[in-house]
């Protein structure tokens, strides 16, 4: 038997003693495309400073990102809808975003996008 298959009969030994502990064990089966990769090290810089309302319209702005960039177009009634957030507290959420540098806004109101920091989020592929 090779190095290769005696190394992999073991992973897959301590995988079974794992989860016939009740332990899930995750295993790349096929491609994941419907996830957003968070960077744990700047979030935290920002995480004591940020209110909940602006982690709630930065994870809707998340959400609407596509592989190839960053940048959303989204309403601010889309933002509220996906929100449940009033339009006064959206704008304050926004305006905070802009302030840690975790958006960036482009574009006039009407048609307003946002540009989210790829320092902080990207979509998962």
């Not at 006064?88 to 959420?93: D, G, K, L, S, Y």
């Amino acid at each position: 038997m090779t190095k290769d298959k005696i190394e992999s009969k073991r992973i897959k030994e301590a995988i079974e003693i794992l989860e016939n502990s009740g332990l899930n064990v995750y295993r790349h089966r096929r491609k994941e495309r419907l996830f957003v990769k968070l960077y744990i090290e700047p979030l935290a810089t920002i995480l004591p400073k940020i209110s909940g309302s602006a982690l709630k319209v930065f994870h809707a702005l998340g959400s609407r990102m596509t592989y190839e960039d960053t940048i959303v177009e989204m309403s601010q009634p889309e933002i509220q809808e996906a929100t449940n957030l009033s339009e006064p507290t959206v704008r304050e959420a926004l305006d905070e975003l802009e302030e840690l540098k975790v958006i960036s806004r482009i574009g006039p109101n009407v048609k307003r996008k946002y540009v989210l920091s790829q320092m902080f989020v990207k979509k998962g592929k």
